[in-house]
Nanobody, 121 residues
Framework: QVQVVESGGGLVQTGGSLRLSCAVSGNTPIIYAMGWFRQVPGKAREFVAAISWAGDLLEYEDSVKGRFIITRENSKNVVDLQMNNLKPEDTAVYYC??????????????WGQGTQVTVSS
């Protein structure tokens, strides 16, 4: 069993910043990439960012490039998403994903419960 817990969401004004954190515990794979996804009501969950185990591979959705930064600290089993210059269209529930597959660009099997990010205009 793998536990995935997100934190750090909240309400922020346009142009503000938030830092999301994801803690992973339990019976995790030995090596795993991590990803962040987001979802708004009535729409499919969409990819935001991903980072490889070693941190040498990074991917970002086009609309967040230059504004969001994904990092990880393997010794603590934590992955963070620093979100800067936030826009109202970034409003969504953000989900942490364990086991993201760079080759196929598909999420892994384990998800957190999500954390709400709301950006007011």
């Amino acid at each position: 069993q793998v536990q995935v817990v997100e934190s750090g969401g909240g309400l922020v004004q346009t142009g503000g910043s938030l830092r999301l954190s994801c803690a992973v515990s339990g019976n995790t794979p030995i090596i795993y990439a991590m990803g962040w996804f987001r979802q708004v009501p009535g729409k499919a969950r969409e990819f935001v960012a991903a980072i490889s185990w070693a941190g040498d591979l990074l991917e970002y959705e086009d609309s967040v490039k230059g504004r969001f930064i994904i990092t990880r600290e393997n010794s603590k089993n934590v992955v963070d998403l620093q979100m800067n210059n936030l826009k109202p269209e970034d409003t969504a529930v953000y989900y942490c994903n364990v086991g993201y597959l760079f080759r196929t660009k598909r999420p892994g099997d384990y998800w957190g419960q999500g954390t709400q990010v709301t950006v007011s205009s």
